[in-house]
């Protein structure tokens, strides 16, 4: 994007800004001081060059091999870099991805190299500026990267294409493909080869690990490889994961919904937002995209309002986006490792237990491991069965042999449930005063 156009975007911004209710204002405010480095448009990093135009996917385009860790509130003794990469859409066209690395200060060493996590987030928001890369926490911090480098792992994580990088070499806007899991699957295996084009330190093997968004990603991840073989894959872990959106509960699906319509209508030009939104549902998408609110300005301006008209989910572009996108009931290569709490309101338990059973019955000797996780909830999930996928993990490179348990695990607490702490409760800030550290 050109300087101008910049300027005219930050003053629309403003201008809507005004309009806001009070409670979006404070969150986008809020959203705002997360910002490692301003915002995107003025990040000269997530800009690519005409020339990127052609580059095959897996394509390295720009690097930041070390990047001032001082901006960001990662752990100690990690280390960041940087990097775009070209990836492929849903429908198949180049499409240039951003993404970071986190380095642990003493990474665990295979035969052929250092040992790769890859990180597919949850969802963080539908414009540019909802980049993982582009945060000062990186996301999901402890919940999964942090973790997944303490414990000595490289950690290759993307953005998804129409976070962070803005507009593709042809100075074309990208859009969000939210909950396009293919297309986010191509990302995170086109991300982790072009990372191991920058760094030759890095091994050939690696596991994916996805929640929410992610989760659907990852589980997409294993459908993929089943078509498209990537040599070094060793499996995938979907935690709370999205499969098949139009089947969960209302308010959820509408929310859900909402955030598929610009995918949905980049996929199929004939596709009319106003199709299936109310009046209100159309300005309500047009503000989130305007103000580039992530995911708790965006929730706090979808909620109370009639977002759908009654028969949306009839539309034959949802349903077609649908069969494109949906998990579950297709061929999955290599073990799948998929973990969901009883009482997550974000996603429904039973709509992951139906693609679980879907795929089991399609696909009986599938390597596809289904826990249970009674008494928690949505994010939760992620700390909950920490110990599980991280022991998972470790036996996929340790070449140990996988034994599913299709049945639906039950996982136990070691106190009653109530007893434990339900939600996160707490966010990560840079410290400003020297006793804040002490």
Same mark, same amino acid.
């Given at each position: 994007m050109d300087a101008s156009a910049a300027v005219n975007d930050s003053r629309r911004r403003d201008e809507l800004n005004v309009t806001l209710p009070d409670s979006a204002r404070a969150s986008l405010e809020f959203e705002e001081?997360?910002?490692?480095?301003?915002?995107?448009?003025d990040d000269s990093f997530y800009t690519v060059l005409p020339s990127s135009k052609d580059a095959a996917p897996g394509t390295l385009i720009k690097l930041e091999?070390?990047?001032?860790?001082?901006?960001?509130?990662?752990?100690?003794?990690?280390?960041?870099?940087?990097?775009?990469?070209?990836?492929? %859409? $849903?429908? +198949?066209?180049? /499409?240039?991805?951003?993404?970071?690395?986190?380095?642990?200060y003493s990474p665990r060493n295979l035969s052929d190299g250092f040992s790769i996590v890859a990180w597919a987030h949850g969802t963080s928001g539908l414009s540019p500026n909802c980049a993982p890369s582009h945060l000062k926490h990186l996301w999901q911090h402890f919940l999964?990267?942090?973790?997944? %480098? $303490?414990? +000595?792992?490289? /950690?290759?994580a993307v953005d998804y294409a129409g976070l962070g990088v803005e507009r593709d070499a042809s100075g074309k806007r990208i859009v969000h493909e939210y909950l396009a899991s293919p297309s986010h699957a191509n990302d995170v295996f086109y991300g982790v080869q072009a990372a191991k084009s920058a760094f030759p330190e890095l091994s050939n093997k690696f596991v994916i690990i996805g929640h929410s968004q992610g989760g659907g990603?990852?589980?997409?991840?294993?459908?993929?490889?089943?078509?498209?073989?990537?040599?070094?894959?060793?499996?995938a872990v979907a935690v709370a994961p999205v499969t098949d959106p139009l089947a969960e509960p209302d308010?959820?699906?509408?929310?859900?919904?909402?955030?598929?319509?610009?995918?949905?209508?980049?996929?199929?030009?004939?596709?009319?937002p106003g199709d299936i939104l109310t009046p209100e549902g159309e300005e309500r998408l047009d503000l989130i995209l305007q103000v580039g609110a992530c995911t708790t300005t965006t929730l706090t301006l979808l909620a109370g309002v009639q977002l759908?008209?009654?028969?949306?989910?009839?539309?034959?572009?949802v349903q077609e986006y649908q069969k494109l996108t949906v998990n579950g009931g297709k061929k999955i290569e290599g073990p799948l490792?998929?973990?969901?709490?009883?009482?997550?309101?974000?996603?429904?338990?039973?709509?992951?237990?139906?693609?679980?059973?879907?795929?089991?019955?399609?696909?009986?000797s599938s390597q596809l491991d289904f826990v249970r996780l009674p008494g928690i909830s949505h994010v939760p999930a992620l700390t909950a069965s920490q110990r599980l996928w991280m022991d998972w993990i470790g036996d996929r490179f340790a070449g140990l042999e996988v034994h599913p348990r299709h049945n639906g695990t039950i996982l136990t607490s070691a106190r009653p449930v109530s007893a434990?702490?339900?939600?996160?409760?707490?966010?990560?800030?840079?410290?400003t005063q020297f006793y804040q550290t002490r």
């Amino acid at each position: 994007m050109d300087a101008s156009a910049a300027v005219n975007d930050s003053r629309r911004r403003d201008e809507l800004n005004v309009t806001l209710p009070d409670s979006a204002r404070a969150s986008l405010e809020f959203e705002e001081s997360q910002w490692a480095t301003g915002s995107v448009l003025d990040d000269s990093f997530y800009t690519v060059l005409p020339s990127s135009k052609d580059a095959a996917p897996g394509t390295l385009i720009k690097l930041e091999r070390e990047v001032d860790s001082t901006l960001f509130t990662i752990p100690p003794a990690t280390a960041l870099s940087r990097f775009i990469f070209q990836s492929k %859409a $849903l429908n +198949g066209s180049a /499409v240039p991805v951003s993404g970071f690395i986190l380095w642990p200060y003493s990474p665990r060493n295979l035969s052929d190299g250092f040992s790769i996590v890859a990180w597919a987030h949850g969802t963080s928001g539908l414009s540019p500026n909802c980049a993982p890369s582009h945060l000062k926490h990186l996301w999901q911090h402890f919940l999964g990267p942090y973790q997944s %480098a $303490l414990q +000595g792992y490289v /950690v290759i994580a993307v953005d998804y294409a129409g976070l962070g990088v803005e507009r593709d070499a042809s100075g074309k806007r990208i859009v969000h493909e939210y909950l396009a899991s293919p297309s986010h699957a191509n990302d995170v295996f086109y991300g982790v080869q072009a990372a191991k084009s920058a760094f030759p330190e890095l091994s050939n093997k690696f596991v994916i690990i996805g929640h929410s968004q992610g989760g659907g990603a990852a589980w997409a991840a294993a459908q993929r490889q089943a078509l498209d073989p990537v040599e070094g894959y060793l499996g995938a872990v979907a935690v709370a994961p999205v499969t098949d959106p139009l089947a969960e509960p209302d308010p959820i699906r509408s929310f859900l919904a909402v955030g598929m319509i610009p995918g949905i209508a980049a996929t199929f030009p004939e596709f009319q937002p106003g199709d299936i939104l109310t009046p209100e549902g159309e300005e309500r998408l047009d503000l989130i995209l305007q103000v580039g609110a992530c995911t708790t300005t965006t929730l706090t301006l979808l909620a109370g309002v009639q977002l759908l008209k009654p028969d949306w989910t009839a539309n034959r572009y949802v349903q077609e986006y649908q069969k494109l996108t949906v998990n579950g009931g297709k061929k999955i290569e290599g073990p799948l490792l998929i973990m969901h709490g009883e009482t997550d309101t974000s996603l429904s338990v039973e709509v992951s237990t139906q693609a679980v059973n879907e795929t089991l019955e399609q696909f009986p000797s599938s390597q596809l491991d289904f826990v249970r996780l009674p008494g928690i909830s949505h994010v939760p999930a992620l700390t909950a069965s920490q110990r599980l996928w991280m022991d998972w993990i470790g036996d996929r490179f340790a070449g140990l042999e996988v034994h599913p348990r299709h049945n639906g695990t039950i996982l136990t607490s070691a106190r009653p449930v109530s007893a434990y702490q339900p939600e996160l409760n707490w966010y990560i800030e840079r410290a400003t005063q020297f006793y804040q550290t002490r």
